[in-house]
Nanobody, 124 residues
Framework: QVRLVESGGGLVQAGGSLRLSCAASGLTFSSYAMGWFRQAPGKERDFVARISWSGAYTYYTNSVKGRFTISRDNAKNTVYLQMNSLKPDDTAIYYC?????????????????WGQGTQVTASL
């Protein structure tokens, strides 16, 4: 059984930082690209970042470039999202997801497995 479990969300003041983690089990983690998505109340699920199976390639949505960093540790079956300079617009539930290709995609409906999400709130 595949499980993705996010952690590290919380409430932070605007300008602050959080580090999200996503621990995977039940799959050959190093064979999957991984992505982070977010969904704010009343809005669609949006792409945030993705990382290739080896970690060599990373991609970000424009609004988080220079502030967020995605990384992975295949020995620990974990993907991370370091979020700096958080803004109120970053407030959302953040989800990690596993893609069966080695590069992944920015399209959420192409991902095979999902975590339950973790709430991130950046307040003024």
């Amino acid at each position: 059984q595949v499980r993705l479990v996010e952690s590290g969300g919380g409430l932070v003041q605007a300008g602050g930082s959080l580090r999200l983690s996503c621990a995977a089990s039940g799959l050959t983690f190093s064979s999957y690209a991984m992505g982070w998505f977010r969904q704010a109340p009343g809005k669609e699920r949006d792409f945030v970042a993705r990382i290739s199976w080896s970690g060599a390639y990373t991609y970000y949505t424009n609004s988080v470039k220079g502030r967020f960093t995605i990384s992975r540790d295949n020995a620990k079956n974990t993907v991370y999202l370091q979020m700096n300079s958080l803004k109120p617009d970053d407030t959302a539930i953040y989800y990690c997801a596993a893609h069966t290709s080695r590069l992944g995609s920015r399209n959420w409906d192409e991902y095979a497995y999902w975590g339950q999400g973790t709430q991130v709130t950046a307040s003024l």
